[in-house]
């Protein structure tokens, strides 16, 4: 009873007009009901609010900077530690996290939430971690995966998907009935740091409001309190629920300016200026999905991908867009991209890595990008009068080539400025003078813009206990540490810089680094310096609290991290990583990271350092930090793969147990060539190959077997008949009435003279790929719900009809979950599993079919290191075939021999472990020398770490 008048209080805060609030569940009769592990104190509940500037806990406004992560692409629970760290050492204030119905659903009403499907955990780390969440169920959620997240089951039941449909508002129920309450538990009105709820994704293309409504009321009812948030994409389609029937609370925006267009990365804004639209007057603006990276469409690699999305971007886009749209709620897609390892890949656009181009690759490596993002984000979230700012009137430029755009807070009267060129494309380096009205005075102002690069310059700043007028150099951060401000300004190196703070009277300046020119006049310190490596100037008295200013270059203010204490903020310089510190005492504990022996200085109230637990000898510098000198790593030495052993996939196998495949009806939009239906989906494998048998009786007049397989983008069947192997055909992508396909993946195969005789029964065996389902972006189940397998076949000249038979996957692999294996007998078997039986020596050639091969390494890396392997094929041969990768048992890719793109794949730590077992299933095509490969194992990363293994 109880439980239900609470969900009808917060179902009428849904239609209220009035931000809302999220009203904490008051009763702890009934949060015990709904938070069974009860880990949550009453103490820790805040109330999360909005107005139209920003997102509030507490009353205090809040930046919601966030990158998106997805669990589901990092096989390996220690690691989502790892990455999240690396995130919030970047200055990020949350993630933004989808969570992936199929991966969790291997059949209906079936749900896994264990290892690395654990949810509840990974919420609890971002939250022990101090990351806010956006919590993003779908039920689709798109994101390059399969089925674009929802469960291949789906496609096999009635009722179109994305919308009220009552055969899928069952299915998807179901599915929130599961996820919900874990996402409940772990929001800031209970404790945890989940801040806002997006619904859906991206619903626009098809829209049906009485769905959008029924999303927000199931979550309502699951107990959701938080803000409902909706990303709306890019503009132009037909809802973007921001208000009417269906409408969310805080309606984001997707903006993808730069385009997927990897191969071409200096072509800018061809989807658009990225500025993302302000939706509703009375919630914040939200860059729900800000582009942070591309998916590889055109095979160009990432690293072209992450040229395209790389820092100039990031300064001009993300700036302006600031500046532009007033947004504080930002979602930046990826921060870490991950692999789409097993059977995840959405076929058409990806591959098994998603690195995305991101900040952090895919081995977890750091970019310059994610230095970009920390100098953006240590000033989002260290400047708080941008948390509420109204456009206002711009300093003009001398040179109208250069463009300025100003926002300021109504309260304090804080100015931020952006300045970049008219057109953001120009390669010219300019310098110009703004006329600047500043809250402390009118001032001419020096600025310099380099070509494709943006500032946000500050004015009338109160900066911890100083005053700071304007300056042209940009801050990064600042902190007090022991009744002294730190703070660190930058700009490119070699341009001018100037900053003016303001005194009562004249403080004593002293430079101890670098040059830099100062001057006092009426209540101003104007100092004035090149920027260039790290300048330091000291500055007390002048009726102020001491100063330490560090002004340093685009590179050298990215080695400085920004740490939380329970002191509050402490600034760590030179580590190649700093996840966390401590002050125990007057002793800094931090944990960090080094690629190379390096020094380490840290402006911390502390006189004795330990990294990673190891005492550090230090010593005071004249600017009050403390300095000591780390090693770098040790080398890493790698086995070789060598003594492989062999099994072969018979074709025609003869387990028992097939099922037989004699549907005449498909819940599908598309009906198939021949009866019966021989869809995968609808006998339950859904994912990887499937084997076919038909069985008909020939008159030995058969000429051709013609066949139509979908299998989704570069997936492929193998043909046999009677046991000889008839080929290959590329598998169909789409198959739909013309004018799209209506004979999608054809290949007709000669039926060899003589093989086959009256009257004595014949098998044909089909092995189609499955490589992942389609996406559902267009909401219309035609894209959706395409088959995968057989979809008609043809035995020409024959008479008989065929009887057919279906072997494919097992719902799920228990522990790597159902998207591991698909249908081989191999991995039926447990053939891809360590410590399988039955292993051969290899016969140095590959013969068409599927074949097996495995070998052991013994990994013997230095301890306390983070190193990151990858696996690489280095095949210059064009021979056809291609592997499906198990390390330990877990899937980690398939590569394409002759096809790629991919030769790389990265082995997640967890995954690894110190003995392995990497085995092969190998699918050839045709006949050809040796072995496949060569492959070997690669160093992607190697780092001394504070933090072994991740943890
Ligand atoms: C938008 C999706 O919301 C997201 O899931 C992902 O697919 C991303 O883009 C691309 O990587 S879709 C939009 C760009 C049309």
Same mark, same amino acid.
């Given at each position: 009873?109880?439980?239900?008048?609470?969900?009808?209080?917060?179902?009428?805060? /849904?239609?209220?007009?009035?931000?809302?609030?999220?009203?904490?569940?008051?009763?702890?009769?009934?949060?015990? #009901?709904?938070?069974?592990?009860?880990?949550?104190?009453?103490?820790?509940?805040?109330?999360?609010?909005?107005?139209?500037?920003?997102?509030?806990?507490?009353?205090?406004?809040?930046?919601?900077?966030?990158?998106?992560?997805?669990? %589901?692409?990092?096989?390996?629970?220690?690691?989502?530690?790892?990455?999240?760290?690396?995130?919030?050492?970047?200055?990020?204030?949350?993630?933004?996290?989808?969570?992936?119905?199929?991966?969790?659903?291997?059949?209906?009403?079936?749900?896994?939430?264990?290892?690395?499907?654990?949810?509840?955990?990974?919420?609890?780390?971002?939250?022990? &971690?101090? &990351?806010?969440?956006?919590?993003?169920?779908?039920?689709?959620?798109?994101?390059?995966?399969?089925?674009?997240?929802?469960?291949?089951?789906?496609?096999?039941?009635?009722?179109?998907?994305?919308?009220?449909?009552?055969?899928?508002?069952?299915?998807?129920?179901?599915? /929130?009935?599961?996820?919900?309450?874990?996402?409940?538990?772990?929001?800031?009105?209970?404790?945890?740091?989940?801040?806002?709820?997006?619904?859906?994704?991206?619903?626009?293309?098809?829209?049906?409001?009485?769905?959008?409504?029924?999303?927000?009321?199931?979550? +309502?009812?699951?107990?959701?309190?938080?803000?409902?948030?909706?990303?709306?994409?890019?503009?132009?389609?037909?809802?973007?629920?921001?208000?009417?029937?269906?409408?969310?609370?805080?309606?984001?925006?997707?903006?993808?300016?730069?385009?997927?267009?990897?191969?071409?990365?200096?072509?800018?804004?061809?989807?658009? *200026?990225?500025?993302?639209?302000?939706?509703?007057?009375?919630?914040?603006?939200?860059?729900?999905?800000?582009?942070?990276?591309?998916?590889?469409?055109?095979?160009?690699?990432?690293?072209?991908?992450?040229?395209?999305?790389?820092?100039?971007?990031?300064?001009?886009?993300?700036?302006?867009?600031?500046? #532009?749209?007033?947004?504080?709620? %930002?979602? =930046?897609?990826?921060?870490?991209?991950?692999?789409?390892?097993?059977?995840?890949?959405?076929?058409?656009?990806?591959?098994?890595?998603?690195?995305?181009?991101?900040?952090?690759?895919?081995? +977890?490596?750091?970019?310059?990008?994610?230095?970009? %993002?920390?100098?953006?984000?240590?000033?989002?979230?260290?400047?708080?009068?941008?948390?509420?700012?109204?456009?206002?009137?711009?300093?003009? @430029?001398?040179?109208?080539?250069?463009?300025?755009?100003?926002? @300021?807070?109504?309260?304090?009267?804080?100015?931020?400025?952006?300045?970049?060129?008219?057109?953001?494309?120009?390669?010219?380096?300019?310098?110009?003078?703004?006329?600047?009205?500043?809250?402390?005075?009118?001032?001419?102002?020096?600025?310099?813009?380099?070509?494709?690069?943006?500032?946000?310059?500050?004015?009338?700043?109160?900066?911890?206990?100083?005053? /700071?007028?304007?300056?042209?150099?940009?801050?990064?951060?600042?902190?007090?540490?022991?009744?002294?401000?730190?703070?660190?300004?930058?700009?490119?190196?070699?341009?001018?810089?100037?900053?003016?703070?303001?005194?009562?009277?004249?403080?004593?300046?002293?430079?101890?680094?670098?040059?830099?020119?100062? @001057?006092?006049?009426?209540?101003?310190?104007?100092?004035?310096?090149?920027?260039?490596?790290?300048?330091?100037?000291?500055?007390?008295?002048?009726?102020?609290?001491?100063?330490?200013? &560090?002004?340093?270059?685009?590179?050298?203010?990215?080695?400085?991290?920004?740490?939380?204490?329970?002191?509050?903020?402490?600034? !760590?310089?030179?580590?190649?990583?700093?996840?966390?510190?401590?002050?125990?005492?007057? $002793?800094?504990?931090?944990?960090?990271?080094?690629?190379?022996?390096?020094?380490?200085?840290? =402006?911390?109230?502390?006189?004795?350092?330990?990294?990673?637990?190891?005492?550090?000898?230090?010593?005071?510098?004249?600017?009050?930090?403390?300095?000591? @000198?780390?090693?770098?790593?040790?080398?890493?030495?790698?086995?070789?793969?060598?003594?492989?052993?062999?099994?072969?996939?018979?074709?025609?196998?003869?387990?028992?147990?097939?099922?037989?495949?004699?549907?005449?009806?498909?819940?599908?939009?598309?009906?198939?060539?021949?009866?019966?239906?021989?869809?995968?989906?609808?006998?339950?494998?859904?994912?990887?190959?499937?084997?076919?048998?038909?069985?008909?009786?020939?008159?030995?007049?058969?000429?051709?077997?013609?066949?139509?397989?979908?299998?989704?983008?570069?997936?492929?069947?193998?043909?046999?008949?009677?046991?000889?192997?008839?080929?290959?055909?590329?598998?169909?992508?789409?198959?739909?009435? *013309?004018?799209?396909?209506?004979?999608?993946?054809?290949?007709?195969?000669?039926?060899?003279?003589?093989?086959?005789?009256?009257?004595?029964?014949?098998?044909?065996?089909? &092995?189609?790929?499955?490589?992942?389902?389609?996406?559902?972006?267009?909401?219309?189940?035609?894209?959706?719900?395409?088959?995968?397998?057989?979809?008609?076949?043809?035995?020409?000249?024959?008479?008989?009809?065929?009887?057919?038979?279906?072997?494919?996957? $097992?719902?799920?692999?228990?522990?790597?979950?159902?998207?591991?294996?698909?249908?081989?007998?191999?991995?039926?078997?447990?053939?891809?599993?360590?410590?399988?039986?039955?292993?051969?020596?290899?016969?140095?050639?590959?013969?068409?079919?599927?074949?097996?091969?495995?070998?052991?390494?013994?990994?013997?890396?230095?301890?306390?290191?983070?190193?990151?392997?990858?696996?690489? %094929?280095?095949?210059?041969?064009?021979?056809?075939?291609?592997?499906?990768?198990?390390?330990?048992?877990?899937?980690?890719?398939?590569?394409?021999?002759?096809?790629?793109?991919?030769?790389?794949?990265?082995?997640?730590?967890?995954?690894?472990?110190?003995?392995?077992?990497?085995?092969?299933? !190998?699918?050839?095509?045709?006949?050809?020398?040796?072995?496949?490969?060569?492959?070997?194992?690669?160093?992607?990363?190697?780092?001394?770490?504070?933090?072994?293994?991740?943890?």
């Amino acid at each position: 009873m109880r439980l239900l008048a609470v969900a009808l209080v917060l179902l009428g805060s /849904l239609a209220a007009t009035t931000p809302v609030v999220a009203a904490p569940v008051a009763d702890s009769a009934v949060a015990d #009901s709904v938070v069974p592990d009860s880990a949550m104190s009453d103490l820790g509940r805040h109330e999360v609010s909005y107005d139209k500037y920003s997102l509030t806990v507490d009353g205090e406004r809040v930046m919601l900077w966030s990158g998106e992560f997805h669990y %589901f692409r990092l096989p390996s629970p220690e690691l989502w530690r790892d990455v999240l760290e690396k995130i919030r050492a970047a200055g990020f204030s949350g993630v933004s996290l989808y969570f992936h119905w199929g991966y969790h659903s291997p059949a209906p009403g079936s749900y896994d939430f264990t290892g690395v499907r654990d949810v509840d955990r990974l919420l609890r780390m971002a939250d022990e &971690l101090g &990351l806010y969440v956006v919590a993003r169920p779908g039920p689709y959620i798109n994101a390059e995966t399969s089925g674009g997240g929802f469960p291949a089951w789906l496609k096999a039941v009635d009722g179109r998907a994305r919308s009220s449909d009552p055969g899928y508002t069952a299915a998807y129920r179901e599915w /929130l009935g599961h996820i919900n309450p874990i996402i409940a538990r772990h929001q800031v009105s209970r404790g945890g740091s989940v801040i806002a709820y997006n619904v859906e994704n991206e619903y626009g293309v098809n829209v049906d409001a009485a769905y959008m409504e029924q999303l927000q009321q199931k979550a +309502r009812a699951d107990g959701i309190d938080v803000p409902i948030v909706h990303n709306n994409c890019c503009g132009g389609y037909l809802a973007n629920w921001s208000s009417g029937q269906g409408a969310v609370q805080i309606p984001g925006v997707d903006d993808y300016p730069q385009s997927f267009n990897c191969p071409d990365p200096k072509t800018w804004a061809s989807w658009g *200026e990225g500025v993302t639209r302000r939706l509703n007057d009375d919630a914040p603006v939200y860059a729900a999905e800000y582009q942070a990276g591309a998916i590889d469409l055109n095979n160009a690699g990432y690293e072209k991908c992450r040229e395209l999305t790389g820092p100039d971007y990031m300064k001009v886009f993300y700036k302006s867009n600031v500046i #532009s749209s007033g947004a504080t709620m %930002f979602g =930046f897609y990826m921060a870490y991209g991950g692999t789409s390892w097993g059977w995840l890949p959405q076929p058409n656009d990806v591959y098994t890595s998603y690195d995305y181009g991101a900040a952090i690759t895919e081995s +977890r490596g750091l970019t310059t990008k994610y230095d970009e %993002f920390k100098r953006q984000g240590y000033f989002m979230t260290s400047v708080a009068p941008i948390l509420k700012t109204d456009p206002a009137t711009a300093p003009t @430029s001398a040179d109208p080539a250069v463009h300025t755009e100003a926002r @300021s807070n109504p309260d304090t009267r804080t100015q931020f400025v952006l300045v970049r060129h008219a057109d953001r494309r120009t390669d010219t380096d300019l310098p110009t003078t703004l006329d600047w009205s500043t809250p402390d005075g009118r001032y001419q102002v020096p600025v310099r813009v380099a070509g494709r690069d943006a500032k946000i310059l500050v004015a009338g700043y109160d900066l911890g206990g100083q005053r /700071l007028a304007w300056s042209n150099s940009e801050i990064l951060t600042h902190v007090t540490v022991s009744g002294r401000d730190v703070a660190v300004f930058y700009g490119r190196d070699g341009e001018q810089g100037s900053t003016v703070l303001r005194y009562s009277t004249a403080p004593t300046v002293k430079v101890l680094d670098g040059e830099v020119r100062s @001057s006092y006049e009426n209540g101003d310190l104007r100092l004035d310096y090149t920027h260039s490596g790290l300048s330091r100037v000291l500055i007390t008295g002048g009726g102020r609290q001491p100063m330490l200013l &560090l002004l340093g270059t685009d590179e050298t203010a990215a080695q400085f991290w920004r740490l939380d204490t329970a002191s509050g903020p402490v600034l !760590v310089r030179g580590t190649a990583l700093a996840r966390s510190a401590q002050l125990v005492g007057d $002793r800094l504990a931090l944990r960090a990271d080094t690629d190379r022996a390096t020094e380490v200085e840290v =402006f911390a109230p502390a006189r004795h350092l330990t990294v990673g637990g190891r005492p550090v000898p230090v010593r005071r510098t004249s600017s009050g930090s403390l300095l000591g @000198s780390l090693p770098g790593p040790e080398q890493v030495r790698l086995p070789e793969l060598t003594n492989w052993q062999y099994r072969a996939e018979p074709p025609g196998f003869s387990e028992s147990g097939w099922t037989t495949a004699d549907k005449t009806t498909t819940a599908s939009p598309i009906k198939p060539k021949t009866l019966p239906v021989l869809y995968a989906d609808e006998y339950g494998h859904h994912n990887g190959n499937v084997w076919y048998r038909g069985r008909f009786t020939p008159t030995g007049a058969e000429k051709t077997v013609s066949v139509n397989a979908i299998t989704g983008k570069r997936g492929i069947y193998l043909v046999w008949l009677n046991g000889r192997y008839l080929g290959s055909a590329a598998g169909g992508v789409q198959a739909d009435s *013309e004018p799209v396909n209506p004979d999608p993946g054809r290949g007709d195969f000669a039926v060899p003279e003589g093989l086959l005789a009256d009257g004595q029964q014949a098998e044909l065996t089909v &092995l189609v790929e499955n490589m992942g389902h389609n996406d559902d972006w267009t909401a219309d189940d035609v894209r959706f719900k395409q088959p995968r397998g057989l979809f008609g076949v043809v035995v020409e000249g024959a008479t008989a009809p065929i009887s057919w038979q279906i072997r494919g996957s $097992r719902p799920s692999d228990g522990e790597r979950g159902p998207m591991n294996t698909g249908g081989l007998y191999g991995e039926r078997a447990g053939w891809h599993l360590p410590g399988s039986g039955g292993w051969q020596q290899t016969p140095g050639t590959l013969s068409p079919g599927v074949s097996w091969y495995r070998t052991n390494f013994r990994l013997d890396l230095p301890r306390g290191h983070d190193v990151s392997l990858g696996l690489r %094929f280095d095949d210059a041969t064009a021979r056809g075939y291609r592997v499906l990768i198990f390390v330990n048992g877990w899937n980690m890719g398939q590569y394409l021999n002759g096809v790629g793109p991919q030769r790389e794949f990265v082995l997640p730590n967890g995954v690894l472990r110190d003995h392995n077992t990497l085995t092969f299933a !190998v699918i050839a095509t045709e006949a050809a020398q040796g072995d496949p490969g060569p492959v070997s194992l690669v160093t992607l990363g190697n780092h001394r770490t504070g933090a072994p293994a991740g943890g």
